[in-house]
Nanobody
């Protein structure tokens, strides 16, 4: 059974950094699109970043460009989200997702068929 397990969330002050990890089992991350989405209370789940290694493609939401970096470690079968210069508006539950995506659909929730349980990120002002 395919499983994604996120870790690395926490409570930090504005301006700090965090690195989220997403460990995949029963699915080789280099063969799939991998993404991070987030959901704040009372809001829709939104796209944050995605990587499709086989296509050499990376996408970011405009709100995180220049601050967040997505990467993958194929040896560890793990995807990371390095988050720098965090802002209070980054507060959300962050979800890892995986799917057989095409490049044009990398930012779409519906393109991903496996999701992790989420990890809470809270940024205080």
């Amino acid at each position: 059974q395919v499983k994604l397990v996120e870790s690395g969330g926490g409570l930090v002050q504005a301006g700090a950094s965090l690195r989220l990890s997403c460990a995949a089992s029963e699915r080789t991350i280099s063969r799939y699109g991998m993404a991070w989405f987030r959901q704040a209370p009372g809001k829709e789940r939104e796209f944050v970043a995605a990587i499709k290694s086989s296509a050499g493609s990376i996408r970011y939401a405009d709100s995180v460009k220049g601050r967040f970096t997505i990467s993958g470690d194929n040896a560890k079968n793990t995807v990371y989200l390095q988050m720098n210069s965090l802002k209070p508006e980054d507060t959300a539950v962050y979800y890892c997702a995986s799917g057989r995506v095409i490049v044009s659909s990398m930012t779409s929730k519906s393109a991903y068929d496996v999701w992790g349980q989420g990890t809470q990120v809270t940024v205080s002002s």
